[in-house]
């Protein structure tokens, strides 16, 4: 059944840890449905860990609250950075949270994973309090990239150009749900478990393959939100970024810019440019 599709195989009755990355302000489709499956977890503890490339806004929100209807005692909640691969922010120029999660983050991660077990066997646990409600310009993008219009319409309207692909199958090894199978002429073709995570378009080297975001109505206008976000994080300086250019499925970066505060704190700013590395 549809619905079913990342329902989970089964539940370990002595702990569950939810680790997930953060797509369009929102849980990527396998997770949240995963999560939204699981039956009654009766008090066994569970933990959170998010990972950002931008703005995580309140994306661990529902997945806190989630387990804790289904019964689950929190034991931790932990967010760091990693790069951000996505596609419309590659084509503007940027790569955001390059190098990340950094030494510091994965040395916190460690340490998280020490506390969670601690917690799970009876250490005490202070709840950290739920993230704010973001401005309301994210929760408007956030209808954009709208779970139904994921499942129906995005992940459903990829392309490739036969006559610059080479059948090479990269895309198919990359897809991280095996979403994408040889045609009988050994060009790709898409299933229904697509997270839109456009790894396959951002990979192929020869750019053979295009996606909603590149032709229709709303994906479009999801691009110019991405272009939108961009040009407004790169003038308010709170976050980091290496300015990039993605070509051919590659990545080659041009410079560096290092904002001294807390990513998270918006505060005072200072500026560094490096060159190519
Ligand atoms: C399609 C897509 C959408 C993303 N959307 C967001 C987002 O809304 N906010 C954010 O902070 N990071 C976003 N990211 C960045 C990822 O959360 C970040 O790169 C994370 O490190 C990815 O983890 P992974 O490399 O394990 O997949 C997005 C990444 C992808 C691929
Ligand atoms: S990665 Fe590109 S060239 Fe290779 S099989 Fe996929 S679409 Fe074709
Ligand atoms: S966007 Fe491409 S790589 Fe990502 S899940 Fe969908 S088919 Fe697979």
Redesign the pocket.
Known sequence: MESEKWAPARCSRLSVGIGS?????HLPLNVSHYVQYLPDLGRIPAFVFI??????IDTANWLRQTLERKGAREVGYFHC??????LPLLREGYLF?PDRPSERELFEAKNFGAAVAARAAGAPYVRPPLEPKPPLIYRLERLLARRWLMEHFYSRLFRVDSSKCTACGLCMEICPTGNITRDPRGFPQWDRRCL???SCEMKCPEAAITSALDRFFPGALLRLVFRYDVRRWVREGKLKYTRVIHRRGAISRLATKHVNRSEDGFRGISRQHSEAI
Do not use: D, I, K, M
């Open positions: 990355p953060v797509y369009y302000f990972v950002h490339g931008s703005l995580r950075r990693g790069e951000a691969h996505v949270s839109v995570c456009l």
